[in-house]
Structures are given as structure tokens and as C-alpha cells.
T-cell receptor, first 114, second 113 residues
Framework: GDSVTQMEGPVTLSEEAFLTINCTYTATGYPSLFWYVQYPGEGLQLLLKATKADDKGSNKGFEATYRKETTSFHLEKGSVQVSDSAVYFCALSDLAGNNRKLIWGLGTSLAVNP | NAGVTQTPKFQVLKTGQSMTLQCAQD?????MYWYRQDPGMGLRLIYYSASEGTTDKGEVPNGYNVSRLNKREFSLRLESAAPSQTSVYFC????????????FGEGSWLTVV
């Protein structure tokens, strides 16, 4: 079945460092891919998404490119801030974008130190 | 800007007790969901309601019941709590069940002893 694999955390970085959180997937067909973020004490919120191969999602300085050839959707940010400390979840849905069948990664915790 | 509101935020139950988690959204969304989040397991869908008046099982429905009270409210009931139901529960909503952003509540931490 479909699955999502994220790099394990926690990831600890200094402010202004470059961030990469790896996400790879297995899926039949062409899923949509998402990154959600969970700040401390809050619910998850959509960070960015991509719906087809080579699409790049971007938001708040974060980017991720849908790579079909490597089945990856790695999250990157050029210069992290303390306020980026959160848990990041990669997820995929089927071609129809079926919310009932979202497949979630386990989450990667990021801590950014000043 | 309330969004999705769920209560209570924290609850400790004894095995066999019952309780209801309440959820309400003010975004006029048609679809609502209940998830549980466990270490090493990721998010798993318990039940969802595609639209007012309908509910369906998700991936892990056993031990739970739900009620879509109206378009705004979707409650999750544990009839006889078990330690295996210790988890963080998230309510969420979206415009529809396909291709729409899901909005989450802040979570409810439930411990069953």
C-alpha cells in the first residue's frame, strides 16, 4: 500500500542554518503531496503542497519539489528561525485528493536554537 | 479566528469510564474528521463525516462512536475507555473530502489509567 517515510528527528539547528527534512513515498499512480506543520500547543496546519510531478510548493520561506523520479518531496528552508521550531509532517493523498485516505509520515521534530 | 475548537484539552479517565470529546468548526465546512496521534504511529483516521447527516469509519474505529450533531459539531465518544486509547486526539474539518485543505484543532490529550 501507499506509504510515507520521513527522516527521524529530532533535528537541532542553529538560527540561520539551512534545513532539509527528507520525505520519500511509495504510491500507485500520482498522489498529491503535502507538508503540514504543528507548532507547540497547536494543531497541524498546511504548510505547502504539490499536486503533480515537478510542482514546487512554497510558503513562509519553505519549499518542496515533487520529484517523481526519486519519489521524494523534501522540505527545505534556506535560513531557519527560532520560530520555525515545530514538528513537520509529510503526507500524501491519492490522485483524487481524497482526504479520507491521507497517508501521514511520523513527523520530524525541529528545534532551532538562537 | 476560532477555526476548529475541541474540548477538553486534557482528560484522565479510569478504565471503563466513558467520555465525549467535543468539536466545533466555524468555517462552514462540510467534512469533519477525528484522528488519533500516537508515538511511532503517525496520524490515524478514526471516523469522518463527509457531510452533515453522514458518518463513516476510518482506519481505527473500534472502541469509538461519533455523532455529527449539525454542520458545525462532530463529537467522538469513548463508551468504555481502555488504556490503549491513551492518545492525542485531533478534530479536523475541510470544505469537502477531496482536494481540500484540512484544518485541525489544537488536540485533546487523553490518558486512560
Amino acid at each position: 500500500g501507499d506509504s510515507v517515510t520521513q527522516m527521524e528527528g529530532p533535528v537541532t539547528l542553529s538560527e540561520e542554518a539551512f534545513l532539509t527534512i527528507n520525505c520519500t513515498y511509495t504510491a500507485t499512480g500520482y498522489p498529491s503531496l503535502f507538508w503540514y506543520v504543528q507548532y507547540p500547543g497547536e494543531g497541524l496546519q498546511l504548510l505547502l503542497k504539490a499536486t503533480k510531478a515537478d510542482d514546487k510548493g512554497s510558503n513562509k520561506g519553505f519549499e518542496a519539489t515533487y520529484r517523481k523520479e526519486t519519489t521524494s518531496f523534501h522540505l527545505e528552508k534556506g535560513s531557519v528561525q527560532v520560530s520555525d521550531s515545530a514538528v513537520y509532517f509529510c503526507a500524501l493523498s491519492d490522485l483524487a485528493g481524497n482526504n479520507r485516505k491521507l497517508i501521514w509520515g511520523l513527523g520530524t521534530s525541529l528545534a532551532v536554537n538562537p | 479566528n476560532a477555526g476548529v475548537t475541541q474540548t477538553p484539552k486534557f482528560q484522565v479517565l479510569k478504565t471503563g469510564q466513558s467520555m465525549t470529546l467535543q468539536c466545533a468548526q466555524d468555517m462552514n465546512h462540510n467534512s469533519m474528521y477525528w484522528y488519533r496521534q500516537d508515538p511511532g504511529m503517525g496520524l490515524r483516521l478514526i471516523y469522518y463525516s463527509a457531510s452533515e447527516g453522514t458518518t463513516d469509519k476510518g482506519e481505527v474505529p473500534n472502541g469509538y462512536n461519533v455523532s455529527r450533531l449539525n454542520k458545525r459539531e462532530f463529537s467522538l465518544r469513548l463508551e468504555s475507555a481502555a488504556p490503549s486509547q491513551t492518545s492525542v486526539y485531533f478534530c479536523a474539518s475541510s470544505v469537502g473530502t477531496s482536494g481540500n485543505t484540512i484544518y485541525f484543532g489544537e488536540g485533546s490529550w487523553l490518558t486512560v489509567v
